[in-house]
């Protein structure tokens, strides 16, 4: 499976008031920078994330974030 976006590929994102489970966003991470992931849902403790790409890191490992880490929501792309 490859990932959503590859590289080279064209991304688009918008700031968004709030994102909901399935959303694909652009996170400044506290530990990995700056990283696309999906929001996987919400809970008392923040976001939490899952990679679409079966190698992906663990939501595990990537644990919850605010959602002021939240750059943008997805809202178009352009693979090569």
Partial sequence: ???L???GSFAVFHRAKAV?????VLVD???FGRIIK???GR???GI???GLHPDSMPPEKLG???????????????NQ
């Fill in 29 to 31: 991470h506290q530990k």
């Fill in 64 to 78: 919850h974030i605010s959602e002021k880490r939240i750059i943008g929501r997805l809202v178009w792309q352009l």
């Fill in 43 to 45: 809970d008392s403790n």
């Fill in 1 to 3: 499976m490859k990932p």
């Fill in 38 to 40: 999906s929001v996987k």
């Fill in 5 to 7: 976006l590859e590289d």
């Fill in 20 to 24: 909901k489970a399935g959303d694909v």
């Fill in 48 to 50: 939490s994330l899952m």
